[in-house]
């Protein structure tokens, strides 16, 4: 059962009834002597049915990624340790009328279509690839996006494994047309080479194919993700880089 706090707006599942237990049982803290004295102190509320059983509930208002576990009744949060299940009196909740599984299925939406938009740029970068290499339609668009994802993303895959074997395979398909016209001078091959391979004028070819429009580089936040039409409550800061 989802149920919405009245004093806070919170979303919550309700676990269990706390039979044992009730307003008047002492709180978790020391600085309040019981629950009834903390949602006095802290909300200003004054509880009409103190003696009513508590709720166990776990706040579940915000979505996560389907990467991470939240497993298990404490996480941290900003390096400490946090309950994630809240004990509350039941005249502090409003039943939504949305069952949890629903709710649940809710918080996986971002994920997904977060993946789903991101291989649909990867096979946009495809297309516009295979122009002049027809070969490149034959590259899957999961492959496209693990070398579009770097490591900062923290996800199961990034561009590290493919960036090692592109780096060799760029130094292969340079060495091999020139090296029947220069041949008289050892370290005139190797200076050349470098002066094509290097990381500025690969940065200058990728600006030029438009690249950095699809470079994935940082991780997903759920909680920074609306659906078209709809403003962030969570904006990102804007950083400006001087290349």
């Known amino acids: 059962m989802v149920v919405v706090a009245i004093h806070n ?3 919550y599942s309700v676990f269990e009834v706390l039979s044992n237990t009730s307003a008047e049982s002492h709180f978790e803290s020391s600085r309040y ?3 009834a004295d903390y949602f006095h102190k802290r909300y200003g509320v004054v509880l009409k049915y103190p ?3 508590l709720l166990r509930l776990k706040q579940s208002h915000n979505p996560h990624n389907l990467l991470l576990n939240f497993n298990g009744e404490v996480g941290l949060v900003n390096g400490k340790e946090h309950s994630m299940y809240a004990h509350m009196p039941p ?3 409003v039943y939504s009328g949305v069952r949890r599984d629903v709710l649940k299925s809710f918080y996986l939406l971002p994920s997904l279509i977060h993946r789903l938009e991101s291989l649909i740029l990867a096979s946009q970068l495809r297309e516009e690839i295979s122009s002049g290499h027809p070969s490149s339609l034959q590259l899957s668009s999961s492959l496209i996006l693990e070398a579009l ?3 900062r993303c923290s996800e199961d895959f990034s561009m590290e494994r493919l960036e090692l074997l592109g780096d060799s395979v760029l130094k292969v398909c340079y ?3 020139p090296f029947p016209k220069i041949s008289q001078h050892e370290g005139e091959l190797t200076s050349l080479r470098q002066s094509v391979i290097c ?3 690969l940065h200058k070819l990728g600006i030029g194919r438009s690249l950095q429009g699809y470079i994935r580089d940082g991780a997903f936040d759920p909680r920074r993700w609306v659906g078209q039409g709809q403003l962030s409550v969570r904006p990102v800061p804007c950083v400006e880089w001087i290349v």
Do not use: D
């Open 33 to 35: 002597s019981s629950y």
């Open 9 to 11: 707006g919170n979303v």
């Open 199 to 201: 990381n500025a004028n």
């Open 51 to 53: 003696g009513q059983p």
């Open 91 to 93: 005249e502090l909740l």
């Open 175 to 177: 060495r091999l047309p």
């Open 149 to 151: 994802t770097s490591i």
